[in-house]
């Protein structure tokens, strides 16, 4: 019986002297791996343009079927994105429509902060995908 | 029959069919990219190889055709091979970008490419560089992506006859492109775009707006004309976003006109009536459905009890459905008490029921696919092109692929003598005398079926008599056509193994309706092309539910299924089952209606869907007559020229917004699906009908159109065998079909004449009014890009034609010294208008053309309501 017991104590007293894992967050954050999938970022041309061409397959590889794209005509007959808009409470972060992007138009990034108060906040509309990481 | 082995399975398929049908037929598929089933192989592409047992080398499957005893094999490692090839050789100029093109998802190419693995290329070579073409209307073409397979250019072509594209150039430099590259003008039919195996020449309206997987797409009827081609519409959020025509469903087999297929915008339009309205103080103030269904109600009750029954008249479109128009002539007759009822000013109906009196049924009397497979066929007074372009594309494929005879006998050069072997220019009106001439040509040469006149039909001897009178000189001179060219027509009618005749129908059309077709149906009779496939008479009407309109009772003196109003037996089985009472006398036709109104005898007036203001001959007399209705009621998707005259306005549903029925010009009962719910408070027809009936004190029918078509099919015994559930087939179902059994009658008269005999009725020609001093005669219809007026609610087409215009012989023009698109003032006895000139071939000398469909400046200004022809003076401005 008291073998366990000191046991125990001897993997407390083990780690009592190496560093603690627990982040003080938020004042302490933490630095995610480069392939880390977070909140989504539609990303920019050279020209700080909107790259995605609203092709849809992001939508349609979606699992969780949570982008909505409607594409539109722009002033030059391009064809862009009227509508994008991410769901982030149905997302699972698959990171599939990252995959599917023939364009590398949106990324899954570092951001893992979207907790927010409404549903509505978390409905994540083309500008704010666009503007999701920017300072 | 030819018997052949396809990857091991046996198949057995007529000779001459293509390796291509014959795999389909085991449920092998071979892949293609330059074959349609509406075109002539041609071998563009040659993805379609496959190899045949024993023997070296690939062919293309699409045309070669079988053999007895033949082993194709169609997936062998080699046929993979060449085929990946092909696809590399067209993918070293294809930009292959699919992520912007239009095409992504529904492209054979891409979906090739992707079954076939091909990811890299070994040919090099430049990507094609040319400029898109963004001006052209409807269609957008980007030739990059063009794999010159030459489906645009074939069916353009071969089936709808316009040649507006070909190929350009030679070796790499071939593309596709109009006569010195300038933008497209043509019908913009949208054939092309249909046929299009990639994103080369996509749908304008619909660029960039979705990808096909995110459409709904429904199987329903065009709304506008009587040709009843089968619509696939797209619809996303509530829009209609594309429209397309399926090679596999309907008459059209994937063929549409401008109209149907980029006609739709005027479903979203922002002027779509959203609430019923009600006039106060002059100008009108929303309501609530209660308020408005209770003023009409009120009012109605009041003059039904103050004046009688027949003091209320009303006027019903064709468009609507055929519960729709059922329920509204039952709720007229037997709630409301009058038998004053009609629809299309009355006129649209005269040929159709002198069909009626000579054959037996009121109706088209063979199938529209017939009449591709005719020898000769006769375009009595119909400007098919403008009209019916669908049924032009028949005429065309007859023409074109099998030589057929098509003459064209009408006022003015119209466009379809493109085609046409013989063009008989007859002086305006004078139609009934050639084909009395040709009558008498084909007796006198001995040409006329014997046996079919003997066994067959009655009243010969009486026809012979009138025909003296129409020796080839006499018609010569009466209708300024050659005798050459008009007894050489006859002959070719006369020996004809298929011939058809076509007359097309409408409310512009002159009141010889009646003769027009008893004449034709005399012709018919006497060359016995008549009760066989690939002959007989059609009757074309305007508007997508004129033969319906007709079928339920919308005239005065007709209960639905032609049972005669007169009659009380038949009466009373009416009565009998709507447990209501219908009144005795037979009522007043439109035309009467109005006079009747001028003359203050009506005091409650129900328009549902019509226009009279803009459709009916002599606008200011049909505006006097509505003004001076105490209660007007219009029904309308818009608040169109007469709703502005309503005390009030209920809202309606168009045609993608409900469900129900049209009948089309085959006598095919066809099923209407909803796409999309109606704006705002609009309903459709049948509700409001329901409705209104209810507060009326009588429950009409059944709420579902399903319901009212059951009710329909037990009182009509030409619908007798009709239901939804067996509607729900590409085809329809043609009319008479008696039973639940009965599958349907393609072609009437085979075996008997519902009177037992077909009945010869002579016609005399009556020359027109003596010369006037108005020296030009004035002819008035509708234009390809219109029907009605309710296409000019899209811009689309308006922008195509927005504005009215006379059509002018370049001679007199020279003569007047009239230049294109120069205003004048034309001037009749009825009225004035100020138009733009259009100088023509198409029109005759002598003769003007005024379309129909524009208001205050279109044709029905012009014309009288006696619609004899019309004579007018042309001023410059
Ligand atoms: S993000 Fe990429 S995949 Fe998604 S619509 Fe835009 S371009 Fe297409
Ligand atoms: S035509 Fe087909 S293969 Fe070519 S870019 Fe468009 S979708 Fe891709
Ligand atoms: S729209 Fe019709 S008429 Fe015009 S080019 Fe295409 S197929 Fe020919
Ligand atoms: S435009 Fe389309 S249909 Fe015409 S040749 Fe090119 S790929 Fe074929
Ligand atoms: S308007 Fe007539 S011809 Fe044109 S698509 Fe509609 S039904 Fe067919
Ligand atoms: S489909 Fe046979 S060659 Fe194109």
């Known amino acids: 019986?008291?073998?366990?017991?000191?046991?125990?104590?001897?993997?407390?007293?083990?780690?009592?002297?190496?560093?603690?894992?627990?982040?003080?967050?938020?004042?302490?954050?933490?630095?995610?791996?480069?392939?880390?999938?977070?909140?989504?970022?539609?990303?920019?041309?050279?020209?700080?343009?909107?790259?995605?061409?609203?092709?849809e397959l992001c939508a349609a590889v979606c699992p969780a079927n949570c982008i909505r794209v409607e594409p539109a005509e722009g002033p030059t007959h391009q064809r862009f994105p009227k509508?994008?808009?991410?769901?982030l409470l149905r997302c699972i972060f698959c990171g599939f429509c990252q995959e599917a992007c023939p364009y590398e138009a949106i990324i899954l990034r570092e951001n893992y902060e979207t907790a927010n108060y409404t549903r509505k906040d978390l409905l994540y509309d083309r500008d704010k995908l666009f503007h999701a990481y920017q300072k | 029959m030819v018997t052949l082995t396809i990857d091991g399975i046996q198949v057995t398929v007529p000779p001459g069919t293509m390796i291509l049908e014959a795999a389909a037929k085991a449920g092998i598929k071979i892949p293609t990219l330059c074959n349609s089933k509406r075109l002539i192989p041609f071998g563009a592409c040659r993805v379609c190889v496959v190899q045949q047992k024993g023997r070296r080398g690939l062919m293309p499957a699409c045309f070669n055709p079988v053999r007895n005893g033949m082993e194709i094999l169609t997936n062998t490692p080699d046929i993979i091979k060449a085929r990946k090839i092909q696809l590399q050789l067209i993918l070293i100029s294809h930009p292959l970008d699919c992520?912007?093109?239009?095409?992504?998802?529904?492209?054979?190419?891409?979906n090739l490419v992707y079954e076939y693995g091909v990811s890299e290329n070994s040919f090099k070579g430049e990507k094609a560089n040319l400029a898109t073409d963004h001006v052209s209307p409807f269609i957008e073409r980007n030739l990059n992506r063009c794999i010159l397979c030459g489906m645009c250019v074939r069916i353009c072509d071969e089936v709808v006859g316009a040649n507006e594209i070909s190929f350009l150039n030679r070796g790499f430099k071939m593309k596709i492109g109009t006569d010195f590259d300038r933008p497209m003008n043509c019908e913009f039919c949208g054939q092309c775009v249909s046929v299009c195996p990639v994103g080369a020449l996509n749908d304008r309206m619909f660029l960039h707006k979705a990808r096909p997987w995110d459409m709904k797409e429904t199987q329903t009827i065009c709304g506008y004309c009587g040709v009843g081609c089968t619509l696939t519409v797209g619809t996303k959020n509530g829009r209609i976003l594309r429209v397309r025509g399926d090679e596999s469903r309907g008459v059209n087999q994937g063929t549409l006109c401008v109209k149907g297929r980029f006609g739709w915008e005027y479903v979203h339009s922002p002027e779509r009536l959203t609430s019923p309205l009600i006039k106060k103080d002059?100008?009108?103030?929303?309501?609530?459905?209660?308020?408005?269904?209770?003023?009409?109600?009120?009012?109605?009750?009041?003059?039904?009890?103050?004046?009688?029954?027949?003091?209320?008249?009303?006027?019903?479109?064709?468009?609507?459905?055929?519960e729709e128009l059922y329920s509204y002539q039952k709720l007229m007759r037997g709630v409301l008490g009058t038998n004053h009822i009609d629809h299309a000013g009355g006129y649209s109906y005269a040929a159709p029921l002198a069909l009626r009196e000579s054959l037996g049924y009121a109706a088209s009397t063979n199938s529209i696919n017939e009449i591709r497979k005719a020898d000769v066929i006769i375009a009595l007074r119909s400007d098919l092109s403008e009209t019916h372009p669908v049924i032009k594309s028949e005429g065309v494929l007859a023409v074109k692929r099998r030589k057929a005879k098509l003459i064209v006998v009408n006022s003015r050069n119209i466009y379809l003598n493109k085609f046409s072997a013989f063009n008989l220019l007859v002086k305006p009106g004078s139609e009934v005398a050639l084909i009395n001439g040709m009558m008498q040509a084909?007796?006198?040469?001995?040409?006329?079926?014997?046996?079919?006149?003997?066994?067959?039909?009655?009243?010969?001897?009486?026809?012979?008599?009138?025909?003296?009178?129409?020796?080839?000189?006499?018609?010569?001179?009466?209708?300024?056509?050659?005798?050459?060219?008009?007894?050489?027509?006859?002959?070719?009618?006369?020996?004809?193994?298929?011939?058809?005749?076509?007359?097309?129908?409408?409310?512009?059309?002159?009141?010889?309706?009646?003769?027009?077709?008893?004449?034709?149906?005399?012709?018919?009779?006497?060359?016995g092309q008549i009760g066989k496939e690939n002959a007989g008479?059609?009757?074309?009407?305007e508007k997508n539910n004129s033969q319906g309109a007709l079928d339920m009772g919308l005239t005065p003196g007709w209960l639905p299924g032609y049972a005669n109003l007169g009659n009380p037996s038949e009466r009373e089985r009416f009565e009998k089952s709507w447990k209501l009472s219908i009144p005795e006398q037979e009522g007043m036709g439109a035309l009467s209606i109005l006079q009747a109104a001028e003359e203050g005898k009506i005091a409650g007036l129900y328009i549902a869907g019509e226009n009279p203001l803009v459709a009916y001959p002599d606008s200011s007399r049909t505006k006097k007559a509505l003004a001076a209705v105490d209660f007007l009621v219009v029904q309308d998707c818009f608040l169109s020229e007469t709703a502005s005259l309503a005390q009030v306005v209920l809202p309606a549903a168009s045609f993608v917004e409900k469900d129900g029925t049209f009948t089309n010009a085959d006598r095919r009962v066809q099923q209407v699906r909803p796409g999309l719910y109606p704006p705002g408070q609009a309903r459709p027809d049948l509700w409001i009908f329901q409705q209104l009936s209810k507060s009326l004190g009588y429950k009409l029918n059944d709420p579902s159109a399903k319901a009212v078509m059951d009710e329909i099919k037990n009182l009509v015994p030409l619908y007798g065998g009709i239901d939804y559930a067996r509607l729900d087939n590409p085809l329809g179902l043609q009319w008479p079909c008696s039973s639940a059994d009965h599958p349907g009658t393609p072609f009437l008269y085979e075996k008997d004449f519902p009177a037992g005999k077909g009945k010869f009725i002579p016609v005399e020609f009556e020359e027109g009014p003596a010369?006037?001093?108005?020296?030009w005669f004035l002819i008035t219809g509708p234009t390809m890009v219109h029907s009605g007026s309710l296409s000019l609610m899209s811009p689309g087409l308006t922008r195509l034609q927005g504005e009215s215009y006379v059509q002018v012989h370049p001679e007199d023009a020279r003569k007047l010294g009239l230049e294109d698109n120069q205003k004048v003032i034309l001037r009749s006895k009825q009225g004035q208008i100020t138009v733009k000139t259009l100088v023509s071939w198409n029109a005759a000398p002598g003769l003007l053309f005024v379309p129909c469909h524009f208001g205050q400046v279109g044709g029905n200004c012009l014309t009288g309501r006696d619609l004899t022809i019309t004579k007018v003076q042309l001023e410059k401005v």
């Open chain 1, 1 to 55: 019986m008291i073998k366990p017991l000191l046991k125990g104590l001897g993997l407390t007293l083990r780690t009592f002297f190496t560093r603690p894992v627990t982040m003080q967050y938020p004042e302490e954050k933490m630095v995610m791996y480069p392939r880390f999938r977070g909140l989504h970022e539609l990303t920019r041309d050279k020209e700080g343009k909107i790259i995605c061409v609203a092709c």
């Open chain 1, 83 to 87: 509508v994008y808009e991410i769901d």
């Open chain 2, 99 to 110: 992520p912007v093109c239009d095409a992504g998802g529904q492209c054979e190419l891409q």
């Open chain 2, 282 to 322: 002059g100008s009108f103030v929303k309501a609530t459905w209660e308020e408005a269904i209770g003023l009409v109600v009120k009012r109605l009750k009041e003059i039904k009890s103050e004046k009688g029954g027949s003091a209320i008249a009303g006027l019903c479109s064709p468009r609507l459905t055929n």
């Open chain 2, 442 to 527: 084909i007796l006198q040469e001995g040409l006329a079926k014997e046996e079919f006149v003997s066994s067959r039909t009655e009243g010969i001897e009486a026809l012979k008599q009138s025909l003296k009178n129409y020796s080839p000189e006499k018609v010569e001179a009466l209708t300024g056509v050659s005798r050459a060219s008009f007894v050489e027509a006859a002959r070719l009618f006369a020996k004809a193994v298929g011939g058809v005749i076509l007359i097309s129908t409408g409310q512009a059309s002159e009141k010889k309706d009646r003769d027009l077709a008893l004449a034709a149906s005399n012709l018919t009779l006497l060359t």
């Open chain 2, 537 to 541: 008479i059609f009757i074309l009407g």
């Open chain 2, 771 to 775: 010369e006037t001093e108005s020296p």
